[in-house]
C-alpha cells in the first residue's frame, strides 16, 4: 500500500510541477481544467517513441487546438510610445519589431496564415512625416525579412488598394511576393492601404463586369465566387478563425469586413509592441474554450 501511495504521489508531483511552471509564465489560472489541458497538450506532443510530432493538418483540426488563420489588428504603437515618452516614430519601430518576433512564433505552434492590419485607408489621414516614416519602415521591413521568409518558406502577400503606395515600396513587395509565391504550408498577409468596404466593392464590381460581358450569370453569384473576388483569396483560409485587436479597442475598424462573419473577436487590453508570446498564448486558451457553431445548434 504504501507503495502504491508513493507511486501516486510521485506521478501527481511530476504532472503538477511543470503545470505550476506553464501557468505562472503564461500567466494562465491553474484550474483542473487547465491542469488537463496542460498534461494533454504534452502528452500529444510525442509519439509512442518518444520522438516529437506535431500530427496532421486534419489532427489539428479535430483537436480544436490551433486556429488555421489569425488576423491581427495592430493597435496602440503610438499610445505605447507616448507612456514612455518616446517619439511616435519609436512605437511604429517597437511594433515592427514585434511582427518579426511574434511570426516566428505564431506558425511554429501551427498557425497556417496569419494577416496584419499594417495600414488602413483611412490612415492617409494621419500627419504626412508619420505616414512617410510608416512607408519607409515597411520598406526596410521587407529588405532586411526576406532572407527569414525564404529560410522558412513563408508566403508572403500584401493586400490593399497599391494606388497611393510609393513606387520603390511597390517594386519591393512584387520581388517578395514573386520570391516566395512558391512556398505553401506558411502564409504572412500583409494589409496596407486596405479598406474592408472597398474589398467587397472591387469584388462586386468585378462580378458586375463579368456578368455583364457574359462570363458568368447573376444567378450563379452566391458566397463562394465572392470568395473569389476578395483580396484573400490569395490564402488557403480567406476567413480568420480568430481576429485579435490590441489595445483594448472593441471595434475591427473596416478590417475584413465579409471575411470576419464568424470569427471569434479577441480584444486584449495590451498595446501591440507589448503583445508577446505569453498574451498570444492567452487568445489561444480563450479561443479554445470557444464553441464555434456558425448559426447551428450544439
Not at 496564415?113 to 504626412?128: C, D, I, K, M, Y
Not at 512625416?129 to 527569414?148: G, H, I, Q, R, T
Request: net charge positive; aromatic share 12%; proline share 3%.
Amino acid at each position: 500500500m504504501l507503495s502504491l501511495l508513493s507511486i501516486v504521489f510521485t506521478f501527481l508531483a511530476l504532472s503538477l510541477i511543470p503545470c505550476l511552471f506553464i501557468s505562472r509564465r503564461q500567466s494562465i489560472p491553474l484550474s483542473l481544467k487547465n491542469i488537463l489541458r496542460f498534461i494533454k497538450t504534452g502528452a500529444t506532443q510525442y509519439n509512442d517513441e518518444g520522438e516529437s510530432c506535431s500530427g496532421t493538418i486534419e489532427e489539428t483540426e479535430k483537436r480544436g487546438r490551433i486556429p488555421n488563420h489569425v488576423a491581427i489588428i495592430l493597435d496602440g504603437n503610438r499610445r505605447w510610445a507616448k507612456i514612455r515618452g518616446l517619439e511616435v516614430s519609436e512605437g511604429h519601430e517597437a511594433g515592427g519589431r514585434r511582427v518579426v518576433e511574434n511570426s516566428k512564433k505564431w506558425f511554429a505552434m501551427g498557425v497556417k496564415t496569419v494577416s496584419l492590419f499594417a495600414f488602413s485607408t483611412e490612415n492617409w489621414g494621419r500627419p504626412e512625416d508619420e505616414v512617410n516614416f510608416l512607408m519607409a519602415m515597411f520598406e526596410k521591413n521587407f529588405k532586411s525579412e526576406m532572407p527569414y521568409y525564404q529560410r522558412y518558406k513563408i508566403k508572403i502577400s500584401v493586400i490593399g488598394k497599391r494606388t497611393n503606395i510609393p513606387e520603390s515600396l511597390l517594386g519591393l513587395i512584387r520581388e517578395v511576393e514573386e520570391a516566395t509565391k512558391s512556398y505553401k504550408e506558411k502564409h504572412l498577409v500583409m494589409a496596407i492601404d486596405y479598406s474592408g468596404r472597398f474589398d467587397i466593392l472591387q469584388a462586386c464590381k468585378s462580378l458586375s463586369e463579368k456578368a455583364k460581358n457574359g462570363l458568368i450569370q447573376v444567378e450563379d453569384i452566391d458566397e463562394k465566387l465572392m470568395d473569389k473576388e476578395l483580396m484573400t483569396s490569395c490564402s488557403d483560409f480567406p476567413n480568420p478563425d480568430l481576429l485579435i485587436r490590441t489595445s483594448g479597442e472593441k471595434r475591427i475598424s473596416n478590417f475584413f469586413l465579409w471575411q470576419s462573419a464568424y470569427t471569434e473577436l479577441y480584444f486584449p487590453n495590451v498595446l501591440w509592441p507589448d503583445f508577446g508570446e505569453a498574451e498570444y498564448l492567452k487568445a489561444l486558451t480563450w479561443f479554445q474554450q470557444r464553441q464555434r457553431r456558425f448559426g447551428r445548434g450544439v
